[in-house]
């Protein structure tokens, strides 16, 4: 067949069927956007109903733009034929007849994700399973059609709900997604309320990390009900690009108590600045997204001294344990050499305390917030509280009913049961996607944005984000010089410098390591000291500092 005067080649992939209007009857209109015009018409040729996106016309009165554009939709339609999936609106051939130029695509009956999240939008909390669901879903799409193409306009309206049901979005418009490839022509398309900054910056250089940030401000807006600071949706009016360090961003769990800090993490990464910030495929973001189980009732900024913070302490059993180190070249003098002590049972919160919590506990008790102003409690609310001395960090253990653990507890409770263990989750050090530290994010991140980093008691953020002020006073020797027959060893001796443990965002990686010992004294107000509570297994035996 000979390609009609507007599709002068055919893509290497092999010849694109261009059909006319002969093929198609009783034409229906549907809607019109900004590029193109959609047509519902019935296929003979396929023997149902399709629908046909034509392009307007003023998009091809300029020569140059309709050479790029024309021969694109030609190799689009080779894609799209082989990113067959349930969720890709699946586009057959080009069209080219008295309607003007255009795609033949299935049609999908159902309504756009706009419509629903308008109607749902003061079910924010009551929805949240789905909207979850359907992250995942699109992630898993994306995960899929990256193999072959970039969406470049990824958006609510560009996903189709299937029968108006929100568990089987389709996503639109991969058909036209190489309109985008000419930077003329983008700044006129595209919706640049989801847009990333490359796409006005360096639209030339766009690649499907700008798919994932177009996917995090939708997560943001499904779960807080608005978009983000950062959104460049007055970037046509401004002409400036908001650069906004995603840790001065309220996380959606702000605003939907559902939400856990994980999914506040993923969300906030996917929209960094910098493309190499953020996730770098679907595929690692989708499994992200594998980890997160929603809240139920909420841990993160309860703040309320009750009996529901301690119910959701974890249990470490009582027992001989192994603390110290056999790190060889890694370990320092004062960590001893894995000495056997003996613990009975306690409790200890799966998070540190946040300033949520801390906020919680001034306000009733009078105690002052950390002097440290930068740091907003809005906006660092399931943030570990920083900036607290270890009388201030004991202060709140008592009134939460606890206490600080001891650093003999603190250890066994790291290594979840595990003898002489590295790091919390097993030998392998951490990466990235494992702890907060090391370089992994420039300031704390909202507590248990790490799952793959717990141990196997299901506690978190053991490693990095803020070292943890124990109840010890600081002893080199200590470990090595442990009675045999003591149970819960403690450091009381005079005054001195306070333990730490677990490292924080700005420390090596070594230091991470559930036997690395730090000290400070206890007046000092770091902005990466934070602390957790333990408490006593039962009624009896409960300690006091």
Known sequence: MTHPPFFTSAPADGPVLVSGSARFRDWRWLGEGGTSTVYKAYDDALGYDVAIKVLRADRLSDPEQRRMLLPSLSAEVVISRRLRHPNICSVHDLYEGEKGVGVVMDIVEGSELRDWMKSNANALLDTAPQRLDLLRTLTQTLAVAHREIVHRDLKPENVVLRNDNVREPVIMDFGFALLGKASADSMVWLSFRYAAPEQYLAPQAVDRRADLWALGVMAYELFAGEVPPNSL????????????????????????????????????????????????????????????????????????????????????????????????????????????????????????????????????????????????????????????????????????????????????????????????????????????????????????????????????????????????????????????????????????????????????????????????????????????????????????A
């Not at 993923?266 to 997160?292: K, S, W």
């Not at 702890?435 to 490693?463: E, H």
């Not at 002020?469 to 600081?474: E, G, H, S, T, V």
Request: net charge neutral.
């Open 233 to 544: 949706k007055d970037v046509k009016q401004t002409g400036r690009v908001p650069r906004i360090p995603i840790d001065e961003i309220e996380p959606p769990s702000r605003r939907n108590a559902a939400v856990p800090p994980a999914l506040d993490r993923i969300i906030l990464r996917l929209m960094e600045y910098e493309p190499d910030r953020r996730f770098q495929t679907a595929g690692e973001v989708l499994a992200a997204l594998d980890t997160v189980r929603l809240v139920e009732k909420g841990w993160v900024g309860q703040g309320a001294r009750t009996d529901g913070r301690r119910s959701r302490a974890i249990r470490v059993e009582g027992g001989d344990y192994n603390v110290g180190s056999n790190a060889g070249s890694k370990a320092r003098k004062n960590e001893g050499t894995g000495r056997r002590v003996r613990v009975t049972p306690f409790l200890i919160d799966p998070y540190p305390v946040t300033h949520a919590d801390y906020e919680a506990f001034a306000k009733t008790t009078g105690h002052a917030l950390p002097p440290l102003p930068h740091r907003n409690t809005g906006n660092f609310a399931s943030h570990p509280v920083v900036g607290i001395t270890h009388a201030e960090a004991t202060a709140y253990a008592r009134w939460a009913g606890g206490f600080l653990p001891t650093e003999v507890q603190w250890e066994c409770a790291a290594r979840g049961g595990v003898p002489l263990v590295e790091y919390p989750w097993g030998s392998d050090p951490p990466g990235p996607a494992v702890a907060n530290i090391d370089g992994a994010a420039r300031n704390t991140t909202p507590v248990g944005s790490f799952p793959l980093g717990m141990n196997p008691l299901g506690i978190g953020d053991l490693c990095g984000n803020v070292w943890e002020w124990c109840r010890d006073i600081y002893d080199p020797d200590f470990l090595r010089a442990i009675p045999k027959d003591v149970v819960d060893p403690v450091n009381d001796g005079p005054v001195g410098p306070r333990v730490l443990r677990g490292g924080s965002f700005e420390s090596l990686s070594v230091q991470g390591r559930c036997a690395f010992r730090n000290w400070a004294a206890p007046d000092e107000r770091r902005w990466d000291f934070g602390f957790r509570v333990a408490y006593a297994a039962d009624d009896d035996g409960n300690p006091t």
